[in-house]
């Protein structure tokens, strides 16, 4: 299973940025979910692959209803919608209030997201964007069924501590306890820093000490580069070489290093409907997967 899940304590630290960068070069078919409660960004932002605006009602509003009568994997396709560039998306809700339709149903879709690796007929991962989490929040229903949970932050000292408490809640609410990483099952805790650069390697490093130190249960899985212009260049608000960009060459580096730790416990590499491949081997995603049309900031 890959059912890997997004999310931030609070604030707006990146997650759809960070989702949709690292679906972009993900090294495998994968399908791109907005499961953020309070709404999605991307149909209001990106464009569908005809060149027209996404179907704000073909998505996590069209599939509730499928879903209370059981869903199987394969079903999520149904649903789901090609950004321009061919980035597979399943389009979030419009509104907040929209959530209700879906009450009782994150279980549901956190189990059919994670077998969808497994599908004998068109298998892919899931990126799930969360967005903000709190312990209340419906999305957290996905987190058990992930094999990992992301959790997006920048450096500044209140975020830090904002992720240091939100990682140790999540373990002890997904594993009984804040203990050290290697001991907890799935779903692992990650934490992916938003960073200059410039700093990204001594800040990771101490933050991982942080974490450790706290037995929060998780730690650095890698960080996402601070450039907003590459994030303008991927939501299609200006132009330029987007694979060049400090953004999709450090997602491409924690995808790479995402895979290189934990793809053995993923199926290998597959390939879609007829014969349609994935994003390719790690690290080399191609322009189809992001064509500067992918939703970015939240």
């Known amino acids: 299973m890959a059912l890997i899940a997004l999310a931030a304590d609070k604030g707006s630290p990146g997650v759809t940025t960070a989702a949709v960068a690292l679906a972009a070069v993900w090294p495998r078919r994968v399908l791109l979910a907005e499961t953020d409660p309070a709404g999605g960004d991307l149909v209001y932002r990106s464009a569908a692959a005809h060149g ?3 179907n704000p009602n073909i998505g996590m509003l069209s599939i509730a ?3 209370r009568r059981g869903l199987v994997p394969d079903q999520l396709w149904d649903h789901v919608q090609p950004l321009s560039g061919g980035l597979e998306v399943l389009v979030g809700l419009g509104i907040s209030e929209q959530a209700a339709g879906l009450a009782g149903l994150w279980p549901t879709l956190g ?6 690796a497994d599908s004998p007929n068109a298998p892919a991962d899931v990126i799930a964007d969360c967005g903000r989490v709190s312990g209340d929040s419906p999305a957290t229903e ?3 069924h992930a094999a990992l949970v992301l959790l997006i932050s920048r450096t500044e000292p209140e975020a830090i501590a904002r992720v240091r408490d939100r990682a140790a809640a999540l373990s002890n609410k997904l594993h009984g306890g804040a203990r050290g990483a290697s001991s907890l099952g799935l779903p692992l805790v990650g934490v992916v820093l938003v960073a200059d650069t410039n700093h990204a390697a001594k800040l990771s490093g101490q933050v991982n000490d942080m974490l450790v130190h706290a037995q929060t249960g998780a730690r650095v899985v890698g960080t996402i580069a601070d450039d907003p212009a590459g994030a303008d260049q ?3 608000r ?3 070489r987007l694979e060049k960009s400090l953004l999709i060459r450090s997602a491409r580096k924690v995808t790479s290093d995402l895979y290189q730790q934990f793809g053995a416990a993923w199926s290998m590499p597959t390939t879609g409907p007829a014969g349609h491949p994935g994003a390719g081997a790690a690290g080399h995603a191609g322009p189809a997967g992001m064509s500067g049309h992918a939703g970015a900031g939240r």
């Open 238 to 240: 200006r132009r330029g």
């Open 65 to 67: 209803a499928t879903a």
């Open 52 to 54: 027209g605006p996404l």
């Open 111 to 116: 189990r059919a997201f994670a077998s969808l």
């Open 234 to 236: 991927l939501a299609g």
């Open 142 to 144: 996905l987190f058990p």
